[in-house]
């Protein structure tokens, strides 16, 4: 079991570029999370899916963010026209809803 | 609101001695769980103990305990023997029924050769 893999590892856009990140969950694992963590901050939560159906996604900008977890393939979470204020490490976490999580390894976007 | 405050931003410890860090939480619900997270330079997350709110009993794995007051809201992290490998940030973090994980903003811990 690989556990939940995100890619890529790093991440470098241009202002203005979008940027797309990817999870794979645990297999067996059916509830996708996002997190956002800003330097010397803890997680602040962005989205929550399932597959084919966003669930909660309070904690998600309202433009040029957007998630998806389709039925085949790795949830993407994708920013538009990227700007500085992006830059940050991106975790993916899945559980499969008996409150066991598993944490990705992240992605650190960098906004140059 | 859930919130989850973590009120020592660092704290350093000689190796082989005891640390407590501290955690405070408030969330309205009573089914929640509780969670200590470890965050070493390699940026994992890795989870260290993880408590239920109706379990009375403190959760411990090995050298990791917790001291749970329920009705304070307060949940410690006591780390016995402290090695070199235990250097890194520690988030305590709360999840109800909706899944979603509230954390706090961290202790970096520090151990002292």
């Known amino acids: 079991n690989a556990g939940v893999m995100q890619n890529p590892r790093h991440l470098v856009r241009r202002r203005g570029q979008e940027a797309r990140l990817r999870c794979s969950p645990m297999?067996?694992?059916?509830?996708v999370y996002w997190y956002r963590q800003l330097p010397e901050e803890g997680l602040k939560f962005m989205v929550y899916?399932?597959?084919?159906?966003?669930?909660?996604e309070s904690g998600m900008p309202k433009e040029r963010f957007s998630a998806e977890f389709p039925k085949e393939g790795p949830s993407i979470l994708r920013i538009q026209q990227v700007v500085r204020g992006d830059s940050a490490a991106y975790f993916c976490?899945?559980?499969?809803?008996?409150?066991?999580?598993?944490f990705g390894s992240g992605t650190r976007l960098t906004v140059v | 609101a859930q919130t989850v405050t973590q009120s020592q931003p660092e704290m350093s410890v000689q190796e082989a001695e005891t640390v407590t860090l501290s955690c405070t939480y408030d969330?309205?619900?009573?089914?929640?769980?509780l969670f200590w997270y470890k965050q070493p330079p390699s940026r994992q997350m890795i989870l260290v103990i993880r408590?239920?709110?109706?379990?009375?009993q403190n959760a411990t794995e090995n050298r990791f305990s917790v001291n749970f007051q329920k009705a304070a809201k307060s949940f410690s992290l006591k780390i016995s023997d402290s090695q070199l490998g235990d250097a890194a940030m520690y988030f305590c973090?709360?999840?109800?029924?909706?899944?979603?994980?509230?954390f706090g903003k961290g202790t970096r811990l520090h151990i002292l050769p």
């Open positions: 976490a899945s559980s499969n809803r008996n409150y066991g999580y598993t």
């Open positions: 297999k067996g694992h059916s509830h």
């Open positions: 899916l399932q597959k084919e159906n966003i669930i909660d």
């Open positions: 969330t309205s619900e009573s089914d929640y769980y």
């Open positions: 408590q239920e709110a109706y379990k009375q």
């Open positions: 973090a709360l999840t109800n029924r909706d899944d979603k994980i509230i």
